[in-house]
């Protein structure tokens, strides 16, 4: 079903919304003192290489520098 619907397989499907949990995490200034490995516990994956390898080919970047982003179009929007 997964993969006639959505195009993907069971694995895929279910990391996408880890990375976007993941992305939630990076994000949130409040929680800026989480380490990458803390987030990546806390989105649900259990291996640092594969939540790299996945964060890195769904968003395009490197979760720290995801993070170096996402705080930084913050801290100028509330400026």
């Given amino acids: 079903m997964i993969n006639k619907h959505f195009g993907t397989n069971f694995f895929e499907f279910i990391n996408s919304y880890r990375v976007e949990e993941a992305k939630a995490l990076l994000a949130d200034a409040g ?7 803390d987030v990546l516990m806390e989105s649900g ?33 509330s400026v």
């Fill in 31 to 37: 929680r800026a003192d989480m380490t990458v490995l």
């Fill in 45 to 77: 994956f259990n291996s640092k290489s594969a939540f790299h390898r996945f964060f890195s080919r769904l968003v395009g970047m490197s979760p720290t520098e995801y993070r170096r982003q996402a705080l930084n179009k913050k801290e100028v929007a």
